[in-house]
C-alpha cells in the first residue's frame, strides 16, 4: 500500500517535473524566452504570460536574486490554469472510473509493470530469486544488456555505437530512410524504429489492436503506392524519411490526397472520442442522472455530483483566466472543447497501447480558424496570435497542454483497483498533488533559472514561441488548402470502425489501430516496425502455450526488461546529474 501511494503521488507530480514538455518547459518557458529572443514581437502576448524584460533577464545567465514581488502575477496567473485543469481531469476521471476501470477493464500497460513489480518485490519469501521468478529475473538481464550500450554511448563517444544508434537514428530509436535506399522507393516507407522498448510495451497491449495497426500498415503502403503512381506526392521519393512525413505539401502529414495529419490525427481522434461518448450514452446517461439525484454507488472516490461540481466550477475558472488575457468566448470555448477530446483520445490510446496518440500539436489549429477566421484583422489581431498560440499545446494533450491529470487519475484507479486500495484516499492524494505541484515546481524552476541560468541548465528550451502563431505560419495549419472534408472523413471513419467493431468481434479493423500506424507523430516515429514485431510475437506465444503462458511467462519476461532498461536510465540519470557539477 505504501509503494501504491507512492505511485500514486509521483505519477502526479512527474508532469510537473519532467524537464521536457509542459508545463515547466516549451510553452511556460517559451514565452519568458519571448521576451529576450523575440523582442520585436514579444508584446503581442498578454503580461500576465511573462514578467517585462527587465525582470527575464537575469533568469539567462543566472546568478542574481529571484524578484518574487515582481514574478508573482505571472506565477499566480499559471499556477491557477495548471491546477483547474488538474481538478477538471481529476473530476472527469473520477466520474467515468466505475465503467473504465472495473467494466470495461483498461489494461494501462505502464501500470501493470509497476504492479507486478510491487507485488512481486513486496511477497513474504525471502529469497529475491524466488519473488521475481525466473521469467522477470530473465527480463531485467535482456533489458539490462539492451540499455547498458545505450547509455555507455551516449556518455562517452568513444564507445562502441552497437545498436547504430548515431547513424540516421533519432532519439526515440527511429531511423530515418535515405532517398535511393532500398526500402525508400516504395512511397509509404519513410521511417523504422527499433526500439525494443517500444514494442515491449506493445507486446502488452490488446491483440486485436495490434491485429488492426498491421493490417493498417498494409492499407497504408497499398493507398500511398497507388496516391503516388497517381499522380500526387510528386518528388517525394527524392526526400529522405523525416522530409516525407513533415516537409513541405507533399508530406503525409499535409499532402493531397489523404492529408493524414487532418484526416487521422484530427478527424479519427475526435472521432474516437465523439463515438465512445455515443456508444456508451446510457452509461453517461445514467451517471449524470445519479449526480443530479445526490446518488453515488459505494466504493467510488468521490460523489458524482460533487465531481460533477468540480467539473463546473473548473470550466468557469479556466475560462475567467482565459478571459482575463482578452480572449472572447468562442476562442475560450475551443480551447477547453478542443484540449477534452484531444485529451481523451490520448488517454485511450495511451491506456490501451501504451502510447500517446495523437500527439500533432497543429491540427487544432482549424477549429479555430472557424471561430476567429484565418487571418487577423487589425482589430482582433492580438487576440488572434494569442488564441492561435495557446492551440499548440492544447494539441498536444501530455506533452505540451493541460491534459496529463486525467491518464495520472485514470492510472492510479487501476492501481487502486488492482492493489485493493481505497479509491476515495487515492483522490485526495490525486487532489493534494494536482493543487500544489503545479506552484512548488514553477517556485523550483524558477530559482533555478536566477541561480544557474537558462544558458546553464541542460534542460532548458530557452526559446521563443512566435512560430506558433506567426500568421504566415498558421495559414497552411492544419494543412495546406482545404482541410475540413477530410477531418468529416475522419470523424466519420472512426465512427464507423468504431461501430463495426463492438457489433461485430470478428472485424479486425478499429479506430486505436488504424490511428497508431497513421497517426502524425506514430508516422514519425515509424510504429509500424515495432508494432508488427509485437503482434508476432504475441501471436506466437498466444497460439503455443496459451494465455496462461502469456499472463505467467510473457508479461513478466515484458516486465522485467522495462525494468531493467529503466534502471539503466535511472542510474544513468544520477551519473549524468553528477557529470553536470562534476564533470568527468
Known sequence: RTFAFLYIATIGLVVFLTSDGWPIQDTYTGFLASRIVEPEIADNWPSIFAPPVDVVEPMVTGGAPVPWGALMPFIIFWWLMMAAYAVFYLAIASLIR??????EKVPFPQTLVSV??????????????????????????????????????????????VYGWRTNTCNHGTVWLTAGSTLASAPGMAMLNKSAVHAVIFFMAPLSVLTSAVLT?????ILMAVAYYSGYYTGLLELDGCGRVWCGDISYRVGEPFKWAVFSTAGMSTGIVLFYLLLNWRVISST???????ETPEGEPVSYRTALLMIILAVIIIGALWGSIGLTLAPIIVLIVSNFICTFASTRVYSLVGYNAPAGSWFYYGPMKLVMGNMPTEANYKEWVTAMCMMHPTGQAFTEGWGTPLITSLSSYKMGSMMGMDNRSIFRVLLVVGILAPLISQLGYIWGLYTFGATKLPSSLWAGVWYRADPAGI????????????????IL???????????????????????LITDGHALIEGLWTVVTAAWILKLIVLRVGGSKVYEEVGVPVAVGFIAGTILVAFIGGLIMVVRFFIPF
Open 493 to 515: 471513419f472512426a465512427g464507423l470502425l468504431s461501430w463495426l467493431h463492438s457489433r461485430f468481434l470478428w472485424f479486425p479493423l478499429d479506430p486505436i489501430g488504424f490511428l
Open 288 to 294: 449524470l442522472k445519479s449526480a443530479i439525484r445526490g
Open 217 to 221: 500498415n498494409i492499407i497504408f503502403q
Open 98 to 103: 466505475h465503467h473504465y476501470i472495473d467494466v
Open 475 to 490: 495559414a497552411n495549419r492544419p494543412a495546406r488548402g482545404e482541410w475540413i472534408p477530410h477531418f468529416v472523413a475522419g
Open 116 to 161: 507486478t513489480l510491487a507485488s512481486r518485490f513486496l511477497e513474504k519469501e525471502k529469497s529475491l530469486r524466488k519473488k521475481l521468478g525466473t521469467p522477470l529475473i530473465a527480463g531485467i538481464i535482456l533489458g539490462l544488456v539492451y540499455q547498458v550500450p545505450l547509455f555507455l554511448s551516449a556518455l562517452y563517444p568513444w564507445f562502441p555505437d
